[in-house]
């Protein structure tokens, strides 16, 4: 079973990608920031995933996955951005990026696609 740390400051996103995941079988860890993420990385072995938002107040999705590549070199990660497929990430080596609105069944088929069907 892939374990799942998905990081957003919406709660309502949070709620939802939590249900879809962990009714697909992952263990799933919620974050409403990246200093809640990285946290959760530092105490917990194991994450296989990280999906994050790439707004977000204070650090941003782009900064979190920089300090997980340095820190967690193992550890994927998603993008999810309303910017869509132009938004410009440099120093940064993503999995993919999700455009806004999520469509939950496609980011499941990536998730699936990088750590294995639950």
Do not use: C, W
């Not at 263990?27 to 707004?55: C, K, P």
């Not at 107040?57 to 967690?72: K, S, V």
Request: glycine share 8%; charged share 20%; net charge negative.
């Amino acid at each position: 079973m892939g374990t799942i740390l998905i990081v957003d400051d919406e709660p309502l996103v949070l709620e939802l990608a939590e249900k879809l995941f962990t009714a697909e079988g992952y263990r799933v860890f919620v974050a409403g920031s990246a200093q809640a993420a990285l946290a959760i990385l530092n105490s917990h072995e194991g994450v296989d995933l990280v999906i994050t938002d790439y707004s977000m107040p204070g650090t941003d999705g782009a900064q979190l996955a920089i300090r997980i590549q340095e820190n967690y070199p193992k550890v994927f990660v998603i993008i999810i951005s309303g910017f869509g497929q132009t938004l410009q990430i440099n120093r940064v080596s993503v999995e993919m990026i999700v455009d806004k609105p999520i469509d939950f069944d496609l980011l499941l088929q990536k998730v699936q696609k990088l750590i294995g069907p639950r």
